[in-house]
């Protein structure tokens, strides 16, 4: 397991410090809000050129004119399929090489079932949207000097279903669950980026994942009953954060940021993150015959976008 000199309370200024980005480029998605708007800040501070989504351009640019710096503001509706092949297109048509590129944006734990392109919403948007975009991209960051996909999974992979992907219910008909099918999407993004490290053998490419810690941002905005009002609620948020090992959000952006940029990572590929350091995932996570299966059946269902 990969030891590095940083902890849980690090921040992604702490991981970056001393690091030069000029002359890079890392692509970002969800940059508008938490994580991403912090992961944004940080390595642009050290020179990168950042390639910024969100969900329109309007916010994409209002969070780079808010930053400053060179940011190029591009939309990525990750629930539009057709909205993420024409984002893949401008970033392609930029002809540059990616140094890295973090799959960033998600929601969470919707509370009653939502469909889009007939498949439950969270394996939609954090699934397939970022599956399009890491997809169409492969070149791009194979093209860099030792470019790097981030994949941001959470601990929550561990809630996935028994079987890890249920390929049978992914439109919800059979039953449906915040939190697991939460899970399935974060278990998904986690066995993406095992996918990615066998695509990228024989290059200088890496790719892998990361749980970036519990911290208050926005993605709790969908959650209700209890559990919304245990988070959403000052105090009680405050005890949870506690009893939790909360992070802030410079700290919870630091291990996205240490496994974009540290040099004692050039050659490490297909592995999980957390709190700065190699961290070991579910048994799931670490099967290549299901993460196969999930490149393989994702490749077939969005055939007409890659
Ligand atoms: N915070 C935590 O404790 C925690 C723990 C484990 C994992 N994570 C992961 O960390 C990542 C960042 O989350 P965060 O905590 O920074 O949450 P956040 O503040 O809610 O930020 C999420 C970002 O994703 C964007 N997004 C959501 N749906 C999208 C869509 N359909 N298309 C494009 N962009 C979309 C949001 O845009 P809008 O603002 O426009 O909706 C926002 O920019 C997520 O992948 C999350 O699963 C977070």
Request: hydrophobic share 40%; net charge neutral; proline share 3%.
């Amino acid at each position: 397991m990969i030891k590095s000199n940083f902890n849980k309370k690090n921040t992604a200024e702490d991981v970056t410090n001393g690091i030069d980005l000029a002359g890079k480029t890392v692509a970002i998605t969800g940059v508008n809000s938490g994580l991403g708007q912090e992961t944004m800040r940080v390595l642009e501070s050290r020179g990168a050129h950042i390639i910024g989504m969100a969900r329109t351009l309007e916010k994409a640019e209002s969070a780079a004119k808010e930053n400053g710096g060179n940011i190029t503001p591009i939309a990525c509706e990750l629930s539009d399929f057709e909205s993420v092949k024409k984002c893949s297109d401008s970033i392609k048509e930029l002809n540059i090489p990616l140094d890295a590129l973090i799959c960033n944006a998600g929601i969470m734990a919707l509370p009653k079932l939502e469909l889009q392109n007939g498949f439950e919403q969270q394996f939609n948007t954090n699934h397939f949207g970022h599956f399009i975009l890491t997809h169409n991209l492969m070149e791009q960051v194979k093209q860099a000097e030792q470019g790097r996909v981030v994949m941001l999974s959470s601990l929550a992979h561990k809630m996935a279903p028994l079987k890890g992907i249920n390929f049978d219910n992914l439109d919800g008909s059979k039953g449906y669950n915040d939190w697991k099918f939460y899970g399935q999407a974060k278990l998904a993004n986690l066995l993406t980026a095992v996918s990615l490290a066998k695509q990228f053998e024989g290059s200088n490419a890496t790719a892998n994942a990361v749980h970036p810690g519990v911290i208050k941002t926005n993605l709790s905005r969908s959650m209700k009953g209890w559990q919304g009002m245990l988070i959403n609620n000052p105090v009680s948020s405050l005890l949870v954060k506690i009893a939790l090992g909360g992070k802030s959000i410079p700290q919870g952006a630091s291990t996205q940021c240490y496994v974009a940029t540290a040099a004692e990572l050039a050659n490490v590929s297909g592995k999980y993150f957390s709190d700065n350091n190699e961290e070991r995932p579910s048994r799931l996570a670490q099967n290549q015959d299901l993460a196969d299966r999930l490149w393989d059946f994702s490749c077939e269902t969005l055939k007409e976008y890659l």
